[in-house]
């Protein structure tokens, strides 16, 4: 039992270029979330899912986009990086609304 | 808007030493709390949930404490050990928001040998 994996680790960007973070859960669980976090400001929360298929946007949703094609990934694209986005991006499930959120080991991203 | 704050921002204690976390929220309408552990350079550890009906959870050598009408919770850890080093962060989950937690920014734990 994995829990939550992200993938990659670390990832280094040029301003403009795009990629897509992975995130895998094996407990079944229905809801999933990205967060990213930076020194002084917390974890802040970039997007969200209630299940498969669906998509809801949190507190800090510009620049990234986010999909749940299969209940067990939710996928984080950023289409053109910009320096504001390096941080460190951390993945969540959680079996229902309420319930323990856990995370994954997170993945750093710098973007020059 | 939510805010959370956990002060003091770094603790440095002797081993075996009895400590008190604070955390504190602005607006009391929660659904739940909950204080994690992160290790440097990793992810989140889920320590414990207290929802808001409840006074407080208990976990091994932790206990957290929440008081809903003040806007606090306190983390108590037991006889800390270097092991315990740490940042522990609380996050609040508010009634209407469903799954969303605010964070606050962390107390950074040196338990000194």
């Known amino acids: 039992n994995a829990g939550v994996t992200q993938t990659p680790k670390f990832r280094v960007l040029k301003t403009g270029q795009s990629m897509t973070l992975l995130c895998a859960q094996d407990m079944n669980h229905e809801y999933m979330y990205w967060y990213r976090q930076d020194p002084g400001m917390g974890l802040r929360l970039i997007h969200y899912s209630v299940g498969e298929g669906t998509t809801a946007k949190g507190e800090v949703p510009d620049g990234y986009n986010v999909s749940r094609l299969k209940k067990q990934n939710f996928l984080l694209g950023l289409e053109s990086a910009a320096p504001s986005q390096t941080s460190v991006y951390f993945c969540a499930s959680s079996h229902l609304a309420g319930f323990e959120q856990y995370f994954g080991p997170g993945t750093r991203l710098t973007v020059t | 808007k939510q805010e959370v704050t956990q002060i003091p921002a770094a603790l440095s204690v002797p081993e075996g030493e009895n400590l008190v976390l604070n955390c504190s929220f602005t607006?009391?309408?929660?659904?739940?709390l909950q204080w994690f552990r992160q290790d440097p350079g990793k992810g989140l550890t889920s320590l414990l949930l207290i929802q808001s009906s409840q006074r407080e959870q208990t976990s091994g050598r932790l206990n957290a404490s929440l008081d809903k009408s003040s806007g606090r919770s306190t983390l108590y850890i037991a006889a800390s050990q270097p092991g315990d080093s740490a940042t522990y962060l609380c996050?609040?989950?508010?009634?209407?928001?469903?799954?969303?937690?605010?964070f606050g920014e962390g107390t950074q734990l040196t338990v000194n040998p």
């Open positions: 996050a609040v989950r508010k009634e209407t928001s469903g799954s969303r937690l605010t």
């Open positions: 607006d009391s309408a929660i659904y739940n």
